[in-house]
């Protein structure tokens, strides 16, 4: 059974930082793509930071310059460094794996808050 668990979410000042880790575990595919997303009450969740399994990384507009993703591979482990925290970041964050380039994510973590004050 494969499991994503993530951490790291909080409460921060805008202008903060906060570090997400997201631990996969069991019997999964060797090489992946990961990725954060993030979703609002009422809003549709949002695409964040992806990596794909040759080290391609894209970022949503929003976050660009602000977050970066990465991943330990001997770790199994994704993260998603946020730095310059704004508000409009508030959201709760899951991280979420796919086999391969061009495939849906097929685990999900439960999901870890993370809000932002002004």
């Known amino acids: 059974q494969v499991q994503l668990v993530e951490s790291g979410g909080g409460s921060v000042q805008s202008g903060g930082s906060l570090r997400l880790s997201c631990v996969v575990s069991g019997d999964y595919y060797s090489t992946y793509c990961g990725g954060w997303l993030r979703q609002v009450p009422g809003k549709e969740r949002e695409g964040v930071a992806a990596?794909?399994?040759?080290?391609?990384?894209s970022y949503a507009d929003s976050v660009k310059g602000r977050f970066t993703i990465s991943r330990d591979k001997a770790k199994n482990t994704l993260y998603l460094q946020m730095n310059s925290l704004e508000p409009e970041d508030t959201a709760t964050y899951y991280c979420?794996?796919?086999?391969?380039?061009?495939?849906?994510?097929?685990?999900w973590g439960q999901g870890t808050q993370v809000t932002v004050s002004s």
């Open positions: 990596i794909d399994t040759d080290g391609v990384i």
């Open positions: 979420a794996v796919a086999p391969k380039k061009d495939k849906y994510y097929d685990y």
